[in-house]
């Protein structure tokens, strides 16, 4: 086993997060406005991407599009790190040596190997790391209420009151996982580890094949460089996006109708293309250093 495939793959994920996180929280906002079950949400407040970034910017500040972020980085510290060391161990491990030569045909069964085996990554790594996914999500979900740095009565910063102070996006990382460990217990930071595993090894099962399968069809066109990497990312992203939203929506909110299924697709691609084109990017030039 290769112990820098888990390392890079840990590096790489909080890479591509940070330079994405504001397009999650877009997401997230799009997917839970206007529901017919929690009234806290029930307000459409969102016309779409750009103007839930605008919004959300304006009102909160930039800062809001960040809320959630080290419950992310923790997370892909542990879930990039365990689904990419793992999916490439299990590939090594079952598909021995074999060099896969550019432009020549793949071996028999190695598609549905990649599809199993990135299927087992995904859903294992995102079970694991399940508690941090709840801590992001309670962060981002809800906006906040006032400016930060108003000062409210008796010199007191807005956003520190009593009510606030058991806010998670005001909280510290440890306070928060404290916090929702004390009023809801064990199984509160395992809350949806089911429908998360699920899409995880969705996203997994076509996101990481797509990927290795373009990488190594545009090697004899476009050799193992950065403009292979990056288209064939992007193909992986769209796969994933198409297959991956209506198990995200569902995950999120409970809402009406097919089309609700693909609330916040636009935003999920392009949160995925991005992210997608730097983790694999920053994967393989980590890959090629060492």
């Not at 994920?13 to 994405?20: L, N, P, Q, R, V």
């Not at 190594?216 to 297959?243: E, Q, W």
């Amino acid at each position: 086993m290769d112990w820098r495939l888990f390392v890079y793959g840990g590096l790489a994920s909080i890479t591509a997060e940070f330079g994405t996180f504001p397009i999650d929280t877009t997401k997230t906002r799009l997917q839970i406005q206007g529901q017919k079950i929690d009234g806290a949400h029930s307000q459409v407040k969102y016309r779409g991407m750009v103007h839930a970034f605008l919004q959300i910017s304006q009102e909160e500040g930039a800062r809001a599009l960040y809320y959630g972020i080290w419950p992310a980085v923790l997370r892909q510290a542990t879930y990039g790190t365990i689904k990419f060391g793992t999916y490439y161990s299990l590939k090594n491990a079952i598909m021995g040596e074999e060099v896969r030569v550019a432009g020549a045909p793949r071996s028999h069964g190695a598609t549905r190997t990649d599809i199993a085996c990135a299927v087992v990554a995904g859903a294992v790594s995102s079970a694991i790391a399940n508690p941090t996914d709840v801590l992001k999500v309670r962060m981002q979900a809800r906006p906040v209420l006032v400016q930060p740095g108003a000062v409210g009565p008796a010199g007191a910063v807005a956003g520190v009151t009593t009510a606030a102070a058991r806010d998670p996006r005001t909280m510290g990382l440890v306070a928060c996982f404290a916090s929702v460990y004390r009023q809801e217990g064990f199984r509160g930071l395992w809350r949806g580890v089911g429908p998360t595993s699920q899409r995880a090894g969705v996203i997994a099962g076509v996101e990481l094949p797509v990927y290795d399968f373009c990488k190594h069809h545009l090697t004899l066109p476009l050799g193992d460089t950065v403009s292979n990497h990056f288209v064939s990312s992007l193909i992986a992203s769209l796969g994933s996006a198409v297959s991956s939203t209506p198990l995200d929506v569902i995950r999120t909110v409970r809402t009406e109708g097919f089309m609700a299924l693909y609330k916040g697709f636009v935003p999920t691609w392009f949160r995925m293309g991005p992210w997608n084109i730097i983790f694999f990017i920053t994967f393989e030039q980590l890959k090629q250093l060492y």
